[in-house]
């Protein structure tokens, strides 16, 4: 996987699927059972077995860590929930300046188990690598202002565009705390890392390289070329380009749009990620297996391939279609 992010030839595609750690898996739905997800989410012996969960069951290329994007803003004191069924909720949404005094820098001394469990996990994985990731700044601040998830953003779109000092003091502080987060992980053992900006694809361009840029940019020059960058956003067809040069090796490409287009945006210059629908997985078997064959041969044309989804697995997708999906990329050298 590491070789193919850094743009190498590897024995085969490489392929992990995002989410792949629980959702969908019969194993990881007894773990954690009665447990809340935040509450999973800083318990390093469970965070280990529900992130090898999936290498033992499809034979991934990559572990991806057990986590949530907002993990680190609950580290720092925000008052936060994963509320099932709905996803993260604020208790006070961020709205005035004074609001910065409620959301401190993040050190390493505020996240003890993610590097307990990291270096658990590569002391397991040994040659398969261990994906670090955290949410991008964008994301992690229409969460505060929107206080959970939103359709139309438009809390933060009219914070970003009334008050643009305050929100990119915001995203700086954002920035920061994902970039130490990330780099905790790396220096626990972590072979990659991937920067998700979920909600960004509901920016035009000039907004994103007005508001957004600056800060993952910043992210991603924090973190280095000490192991390769994947950044990924949902709808995000028009930004591709912006955020590859934004400090990416790896570009993850949703499944909205083909690989051929995205390595065409991109100028063949980074490797790709992607991109099979999560919704085909319920179709029948030789659908599927048209539709991968396809993203392979598409990925080809890029430096180098991960085969992934273009989002994340799921919950109701039976787990062996996508042991299926991962025999079948390996047979495709």
């Not at 188990?113 to 002391?123: F, H």
């Not at 139309?152 to 130490?180: F, V, Y």
């Not at 991603?220 to 040069?245: C, K, N, S, W």
Request: aromatic residues 6%; proline residues 7%; contains cysteine.
């Amino acid at each position: 996987m590491v070789t193919a992010a850094r743009g190498g030839t590897a024995r085969h595609t490489p392929v992990w699927f995002m989410r792949q750690a629980g959702r969908s898996l019969p194993e990881y739905k007894k773990v954690r059972e009665g447990i809340p997800m935040l509450e999973s989410c800083v318990m390093p012996e469970l965070v280990h077995e529900i992130t090898m969960q999936p290498v033992r069951r499809h034979d991934v290329d990559a572990a991806i860590l057990f986590s949530d994007i907002v993990v680190p803003l609950k580290a720092v004191g925000v008052d936060l929930d994963i509320v099932a069924g709905t996803g993260p909720v604020v208790a006070e949404p961020f709205a005035t300046r004074a609001d910065l005094d409620r959301i401190p820098e993040l050190t390493p001394e505020h996240v003890p188990y993610i590097t307990e469990a990291v270096g658990s996990l590569v002391a397991e994985l040994g040659a398969t690598p261990l994906i670090g990731f955290s949410g991008a700044p964008f994301t992690l601040a229409s969460y505060l202002v929107e206080g959970g998830p939103s359709k139309n953003h438009e809390r933060t779109k009219a914070l970003m565009h009334g008050d643009p000092a305050l929100w990119s003091d915001l995203c700086a502080r954002l920035a920061q705390i994902a970039a130490t987060f990330l780099q905790v992980q790396i220096e626990a053992g972590a072979s990659a890392v991937q920067l998700f900006d979920s909600w960004v694809g509901a920016l035009p361009r000039a907004d994103y390289l007005r508001f957004v840029e600056p800060h993952s940019r910043a992210v991603l020059e924090a973190v280095g070329e000490r192991v390769p960058r994947i950044h990924f956003g949902v709808g995000t067809g028009e930004l591709l380009a912006d955020m590859a040069a934004a400090g990416a090796d790896v570009i993850g490409v949703d499944y909205r749009v083909s690989l051929t287009d995205a390595v065409a945006r991109t100028r063949g210059q980074y490797a790709v990620q992607g991109n099979l629908d999560p919704a085909l997985l319920f179709a029948p078997w030789p659908v599927i297996e048209e539709r991968v064959r396809a993203i392979v041969a598409e990925g080809r044309q890029a430096p180098g391939h991960i085969f992934n989804l273009g989002h994340g697995v799921l919950p109701t997708t039976d787990p062996t279609v996508l042991t299926r999906v991962v025999e079948l990329v390996h047979s495709l050298a």
